[in-house]
């Protein structure tokens, strides 16, 4: 037997791992998920169009096609998910810039010396839960009892809490693996990290949620933060969200990617012996589908969803009708960007056709920033580090037959979620002295700010490479309650297109940049117990005591605002509201106010940013969402002659 080169035997690894994955996904294609057939898909009536398959759609279309009657109709920009970069979970940072990311930008930011931002979102089946970093954190209590005392009836943290545990299959650490609701890997068990309190936990919903890979580094950083302070907490989603420790993940049981697409959506759901289910209702998701603007009809005075116009995948455009509802589910820049399209908004657009006035349409912008530093370690850190091309085939061996090793892990394993006035007692009464102090945290236990451990080099998204081949490491802080709100916008209609304006407002709050500085002097501290951390060991490299002291005031701000990027979290440019609230655009059951038969259903509803990683609270919002769209319409029957016939434009 001739000898092989290491790097040939790579290559061969590589070869046969991506022509079983074609093999598979060849295996596991649907006909109802392609791109508009006009010859088939206008016979069909459809009760209830999702205009978006991301997070919240694919939940959506799941629970309403419960009923064995329903046809559902997904308008999907993107296309699949099921593809490596996005099931296997350490490649998250290969997909931001990509076609499956609508790739948007802020405009330039006033406040931080004009700096246009990077907004990546996903343009895919499963929406940004598809290319996220499957972080599942829902936040404090108090913040949904205060959307709750804001007006909205049905949204205190009780009644929540019954959608977080219905939508959440909760994998049991301390089970054996092969138990139906146990691991199918093989990973190294970290139990001083697996604790949780089960009463706050579901273990029949569809969506995964499990722990996985944990580098010798994340521990570091939990023992760092225990150093410094903070105390452990055994369960960032039981009883108290403060405190450091590993979080907690929607990757499945076999360490791929838990999307909304394949949680909800996912073959295991919908088919039986590899054809559909007839206890269920039909799903069709179209994909290429570009959503050009909501069909509004005025019958008597009142206004009506009806439909929606849509471009397919060859530029073609047409128009679809809805039995029931017109469901919006596009996001926090989608969803106010397609009302505006559809002369839905505070006021007339100079070349769109004003149809219905709701000033809030695109107002109340809110995301979380993060600030980061950048640690230089030794190369025994625990981390990810540079690996040789013969080492891939290991690499990809071990995940593909263990379900373990570096391609298991989603980058940041580990946080902490603190509050002000633990980590800096003397601003808060500085701030407080000087009547200056701003507090939009829900209550005592709602933190004001996050760091993440990402065992890696991250800046502004990964855009800016590492300076050599050494290990790094890097802490970032969120601000989790920003004062500063911005909006989104749309452009005038040229050459048959729309841009959606992004105006996140950075930094219009000073407060928030003074707040941003102090997570800055916390991190240094965490950083300076990582340095005598034998797992850890990194010095501060960017931007660096000397470049940056932290008794510096003004060169603190200066950094703060150059460097903080938005870490995927935008809401509430759809506010939901009391009638009297004048930039609420949808009520407590989620209807927009004015137009029958239109609701909005994604993380632009939320009355308010809540101190969490949002793609758990839009699920729990399309899972209530659904449940409230069956009650509505439970005295409902179709009949023959409401159903509106499909046009081809």
């Known amino acids: 037997m001739p000898n092989l080169s290491k790097p040939v035997v790579g290559a061969a690894m590589l070869g046969a791992a991506a022509g079983a994955h074609y093999l598979n996904k060849k295996r596991n294609e649907d006909p109802t998920r392609k791109p508009w057939d006009a010859n088939t898909d206008y016979q069909m009536h459809y009760d209830f169009i999702v205009l978006g398959g991301g997070t919240a759609g694919c939940v959506l279309a799941s629970r309403l096609a419960e009923d064995p009657k329903i046809n559902v109709l997904v308008l ?23 076609d499956v990311s609508w790739n948007l930008t802020s405009v330039p930011q006033v406040h931080a010396y004009g700096r246009v931002m990077n907004q990546p979102r996903g343009k895919l089946l499963g929406g940004s839960s598809s290319i996220n970093a499957m972080m599942y954190h829902r936040g404090p209590a108090s913040d949904y009892d205060e959307w709750g005392t804001l007006g909205n009836e049905g949204w205190s943290y009780k009644e ?5 545990k219905k939508s959440e299959g909760f994998n049991d650490p301390n089970l054996p693996v092969g138990h139906p609701q146990g691991p199918l890997t093989n990973r190294i068990r970290k139990p001083q990290y697996e604790e949780f309190e089960p009463e706050y936990h579901g273990t029949d919903g569809p969506w995964q949620i499990t722990y996985h890979h944990l580098w010798g580094a994340s521990e570091g950083f939990i023992r760092g933060n225990i150093a410094a302070g903070v105390p452990f907490n055994k369960d960032f989603n039981g009883s108290s969200t403060l405190g450091t420790n590993r979080v907690q ?65 060859n530029h073609q455009m047409h128009r679809v009708m809805a039995v029931k509802e017109v ?27 004003h149809v ?54 989603q980058g940041c394993e580990a946080v902490c979620f603190v509050r ?84 996140p407002n950075f930094f219009e709050d000073a407060f928030d940049t003074r707040v941003m500085v102090e997570i800055m002097r916390f991190i240094r501290r965490v950083g300076e117990k990582m340095r005598l951390d034998p797992a850890c060991g990194g010095i501060e490299y960017n931007p660096g005591v000397k470049n940056v002291p932290s008794d510096d005031d003004a060169k603190l701000q200066e950094y703060v ?79 023959v002659g409401d159903v509106p016939v499909q046009s081809k434009l």
């Open 76 to 98: 999907e920009a993107g296309y699949s998910d099921n593809f490596s970069a996005s099931m296997r979970p350490a490649m998250i940072s290969s997909l931001w810039f990509t």
């Open 356 to 409: 219905h006035t709701l000033p809030g349409v695109g107002m109340n912008l809110a995301d979380h920033l993060g600030v980061p530093i950048n640690f230089r370690c030794p190369p025994t850190a625990q981390i990810f580090g540079a690996r040789h091309f013969y080492d891939i085939p290991k690499v990809l061996l071990e995940y593909g037959f263990k379900g373990t090793g570096p391609l298991s892990s």
């Open 561 to 639: 605002k150059m460097h903080s990027s938005v870490y995927y979290h935008p809401t509430s440019t759809c506010r939901m509201g009391p009638a009297s609230d004048l930039l609420a655009v949808v009520d407590a059951r989620l209807n927009v106010y004015g137009v029958e038969r239109l609701r909005v259903v994604d993380a632009s509803i939320m009355p308010k940013i809540p101190a969490a990683h949002t793609c758990a609270p839009t699920i729990m919002i399309a899972e209530k969402a659904a449940d409230m769209i069956k009650e509505d319409w439970a005295e409902e029957t179709s009949r």
């Open 160 to 164: 929540c809490l019954y959608y977080f």
């Open 327 to 353: 469901l919006l589910s596009a996001g926090t820049f989608g969803s106010p960007h397609i009302l505006l399209a559809s002369g839905i908004g505070p006021s007339p657009h100079p070349t769109i056709p």
């Open 420 to 503: 002000l006035e633990d980590i800096a007692p003397e601003f808060v009464a500085r701030e407080k002295a000087n009547g200056t102090w701003r507090d939009r945290a829900s209550g005592p236990m709602s933190p004001h700010a996050e760091v993440l451990f990402a065992p890696a080099y991250v800046r502004h998204h990964m855009k800016e490479r590492k300076p050599d081949g050494a290990k790094y490491y890097s802490l970032i802080g969120l601000l989790l309650n920003p004062i500063s709100s911005g909006t989104v916008k749309i452009s005038d209609v040229k050459d048959g297109k729309i841009e959606t304006l992004i105006d």
């Open 249 to 313: 993940t929607f990757i499945q049981r076999d360490a791929i990617r838990s999307s909304a697409a394949r949680a909800y959506l996912g073959p295991d759901r919908l088919l039986k012996d590899g054809k559909p289910r007839t206890d269920r209702g039909n799903i069709r998701i179209v994909y290429g589908a570009h959503i050009v603007r909501i069909l509004v009809q005025n019958s008597r005075g009142t206004k009506v969803a009806i439909g929606a116009e849509f471009l397919d995948a």
